[in-house]
């Protein structure tokens, strides 16, 4: 979403909640200058390290100490720091929250409606979503005249078609538990594209390409057409798709099954299973960042890591392949995230062996980058291949600054 340049001027606070952080940037708009930012660490029960904030403003970084026993009371912290310079009183917040179910398919301005249908959706992303809805709740409780509007990683892939959203079960019963593909990593993939069409000089509406959000933690892939995601690797849940830092990604559902009768049906310890103790730590044994799995630092860890590095490749280049042929001819592959960003060999072995597809990479320019966005594709590609950092409290501002200056008059 682009906002048009206006005179009307609003410092938008951001906050990005996990299940034991919170971090947070002032970003007034529509300059999109970033005012100040940081992030609450260790909120929740004690720990051996004491909690803190990271504040920074100007470039200047402090560190507070404080208790902080929920995000509740990390909120008042930060809100606190802010309120010591005028100059970083927000006049709005956004927040993002994982998962919005069927009920959140665009950004959403709180009110006493939302904040209870909020209650239907809190347990759909069990680890991200109780703690973020709670925060919005004391947010809603200790500034109740502040605008709070909510985007969901969801929202973005609500244009999914049915055929590539349903999963092959019988019909009442996906109904009865909402059952379907929601896709997720939303947020990022939007606005990498948006930066992308932008980049090629196209319209966000015309651009067709293939997003390959690939972090330390989480990772997937999106394929987008005219704009509209059509696909994402993940589904229900993030644990679909791609092998992950922890994730095992796509799974025959018979293996499930046969951990749960291993553990004596522990339906949780199969869920750790599969959302910790996998992907590429359990692949490797050693270490849940692919980084480190490429290029191990110890001999006996070689064999094993380059094991584990092919599985983790195998799995990113078959969706890749997928998805080049169900957009057709896209204009672009747009790698993006901390894997995508700053790891050239990651980029350099999904996309070499691709011609078919009518998609080259540069070997000089992948590993010689120096800006962003970048084009790494050589020059008689068919396909872009683009490098582009995300920033999802930048695309939040954004999104919460338009749905603000269409429901509000300034004074």
């Not at 750790?272 to 960042?289: C, E, M, R, W, Y």
């Not at 338009?402 to 300034?410: C, D, F, G, Q, S």
């Amino acid at each position: 979403m682009c906002i048009e340049t206006t005179t009307e001027i609003m410092n938008i606070l951001v906050f990005n909640c996990g299940s034991s952080s919170l971090k947070y940037r002032l970003i007034e708009m529509p300059s999109e200058r970033e005012l100040a930012g940081g992030e609450a660490q260790r909120v929740g029960p004690k720990t051996s390290e004491p909690a803190r904030i990271f504040h920074s403003v100007n470039g200047i970084v402090e560190e507070h100490r404080y208790e902080m026993p929920d995000h509740a009371t990390a909120f008042d912290c930060v809100m606190g720091l802010l309120a010591r310079d005028a100059k970083l009183t927000p006049h709005g917040l956004g927040h993002r929250l994982v998962h919005g179910g069927t009920l959140f398919q665009s950004p959403t301005w709180v009110d006493e409606v939302v904040l209870n249908q909020l209650d239907e959706v809190i347990d759909l992303a069990p680890l991200h979503n109780p703690p973020a809805i709670r925060l919005v709740k004391a947010c809603q409780q200790r500034y109740p005249d502040l605008p709070q509007i909510l985007v969901f990683d969801t929202a973005f892939h609500a244009t999914i078609p049915d055929y590539a959203r349903q999963y092959a079960l019988p019909r009442a019963l996906q109904d009865k538990l909402h059952i379907r593909k929601y896709g997720f990593h939303g947020i990022s993939h939007q606005y990498v594209c948006t930066e992308a069409a932008q980049f090629l000089g196209l319209p966000m509406e015309q651009l067709t390409a293939v997003s390959c959000h690939l972090g330390s933690g989480g990772a997937s892939l999106c394929a987008v057409r005219e704009g509209c995601s059509i696909d994402n690797t993940m589904g229900f849940s993030p644990l679909q798709g791609l092998i992950m830092s922890t994730r095992c990604g796509d799974l025959d559902p018979s293996i499930t099954l046969r951990l749960l009768d291993h553990v004596d049906g522990d339906f949780q310890s199969v869920e750790t299973i599969l959302n910790k103790k996998s992907g590429v730590l359990g692949l490797s044994g050693f270490s849940a960042d692919i980084r480190d799995v490429i290029n191990p630092s110890e001999e006996e860890h070689h064999k094993i890591a380059r094991q584990a590095t092919q599985l983790y490749l195998w799995r990113l280049r078959k969706y890749l392949g997928a998805y080049l042929a169900v957009t057709g001819k896209p204009h672009a592959v747009i790698f993006t995230d901390t894997i995508g960003e700053t790891v050239p060999e990651v980029r350099w072995m999904v996309s070499s062996g691709m011609e078919a597809f009518g998609l080259r990479i540069d070997r000089q320019k992948n590993w010689h980058l120096e800006t962003y966005p970048a084009d790494i594709a050589a020059s008689d590609s068919a396909i872009r291949i683009l490098v582009i950092r995300t920033n999802e409290e930048l695309a939040i501002a954004r999104y919460s600054f338009a749905t603000l200056r269409e429901n509000l008059t300034l004074v």
